[in-house]
């Protein structure tokens, strides 16, 4: 079977996580009856700089006929806040209508967190990912005036809402988890979020499991102090942008959190959440195995549950065998550890299949 994959590197050091990527995703072809089909696309900040064009309709048209994208990170320091942000990624959010942002937190050796005797976290975050204060309604009145107002407003349906906060439950159902969460802020937004607590509760009737709430403020509190209480949470947009920067840090960093941006009915596109990180870009010092967690998920998604798995168990031994990147407190290059990883592949491939 042949897996058709849209590859967009973009910019800093995405370009240089992808390559670990795909260099792990084309020894899992020797390795296994898995093959793939890369097509490479220029979206970035260079592309822009020099055409103009961030991310074209007729790109969006061509990666609905893929089986999944990978993606690095875009942004860069030569080009306005927002242009490649709006433009590339979030374009492909919302346009491919990838509403759930689904991103674990999930701890693979104790020595990377820097919580005080905390060695179990596995926390799945269900972000919405195509409304809320991400919408791009609003504007500026009097512009430039000292009387200048901005205004950005928050978008939620009723439908958006409905679909993001049932799909939380179906995955917690399917993995079998026991316990969903909802993050908000109905002390305040006492429109948007008292339709996100309605709709919760209504929902939770149809499943047989635990709920709980909890204010995004209090929730950035109760997850250092006791990440292990959570297992699913769902919550808007900006909400789960934040809350998984902190997930990521009290797991081992930016540099080894996945993500992977769904549409159960059409496609989905795989990433790491962090960004370009333009202080480290081009030193070759990036950690990768947040982009190969991110192609381990987007593995998962194609029923390629087995190589999904294979992947994953070859990151948990590089790391037990701190072969990492000097983030992780480790000494290796971005290259070196995507060795590694291909090294374990290697031999969990073999211990599996004999
Ligand atoms: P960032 O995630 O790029 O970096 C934050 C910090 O984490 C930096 O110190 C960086 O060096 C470090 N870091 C991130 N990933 C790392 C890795 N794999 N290995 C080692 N260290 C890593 O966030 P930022 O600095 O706020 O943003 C930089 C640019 O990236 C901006 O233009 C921003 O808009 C963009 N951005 C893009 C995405 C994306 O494409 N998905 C996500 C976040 C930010
Ligand atoms: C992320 C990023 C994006 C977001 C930005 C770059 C638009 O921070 O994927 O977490 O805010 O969603
Ligand atoms: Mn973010």
Redesign the pocket.
């Known amino acids: 079977m042949k897996l058709r994959i849209a590859v967009i590197p973009?910019?800093?050091?995405?370009k240089e996580?992808v390559a670990e990527g795909l260099k792990v995703l084309k020894k899992l072809e020797e390795l296994s009856r898995v093959s793939f089909e890369f097509k490479e696309y220029p979206f970035g900040a260079e592309h822009y700089l020099k055409t103009g064009e961030t991310l074209p309709d007729w790109a969006i048209e061509e990666f609905k006929k893929f089986d999944a994208i990978y993606?690095?990170?875009?942004?860069?320091?030569r080009?306005k806040?927002g242009i490649?942000?709006r433009g590339i990624?979030l374009k492909m959010r919302f346009e491919l209508d990838l509403y759930v942002n689904l991103r674990p937190v999930k701890l693979y050796h104790p020595r990377l967190t820097p919580l005080k005797g905390k060695n179990k976290i596995d926390i799945v975050f269900v972000r919405e990912n195509t409304e809320g204060l991400y919408a791009g309604a609003g504007g500026f009145l009097r512009k430039g005036t000292p009387q200048e107002i901005a205004v950005q407003e928050m978008i939620n349906t009723r439908f958006g809402v409905e679909r993001v906060i049932r799909f939380a439950f179906e995955y917690a159902k399917r993995s079998g988890r026991k316990k969903v969460t909802l993050v908000d802020k109905a002390n305040v937004l006492t429109y948007a979020h008292d339709l996100w607590e309605r709709v919760f509760a209504e929902v939770s009737q149809e499943y047989d499991l635990e709920t709980d709430h909890y204010y995004v403020d209090a929730m950035a509190m109760k997850m250092i102090r006791s990440p292990e209480s959570f297992d699913v949470v769902v919550t808007p947009n900006m909400f789960g942008d934040i809350l998984t920067?902190l997930g990521a840090e009290i797991v081992g960093?930016?540099?080894i959190a996945a993500s992977g941006n769904i549409n159960p009915e059409t496609t989905g596109m795989f990433?790491?959440?962090?960004?370009?990180?333009?202080?480290?870009a081009g030193k070759r010092?990036?950690?990768?195995?947040?982009?190969i967690l991110s192609a381990s998920m987007m593995l998962e998604y194609l029923n390629l549950e087995k190589e999904s798995k294979w992947i994953e168990e070859a990151v948990k031994r590089a790391i037990a065998e701190n072969k990492v990147?000097?983030?992780m407190n480790g000494n290796l290059k971005t290259y070196e550890v995507g060795d590694w990883v291909v090294k374990f592949l290697e031999v969990v491939a073999n211990e599996e299949e004999g």
């Open positions: 973009g910019d800093g050091i995405g996580v993606f690095g990170a875009i942004g860069d320091p080009v806040p490649l942000e990624l920067d960093g930016l540099g990433e790491p959440v962090h960004g370009s990180a333009p202080d480290i010092i990036a950690n990768p195995l947040a982009a990147t000097p983030d």
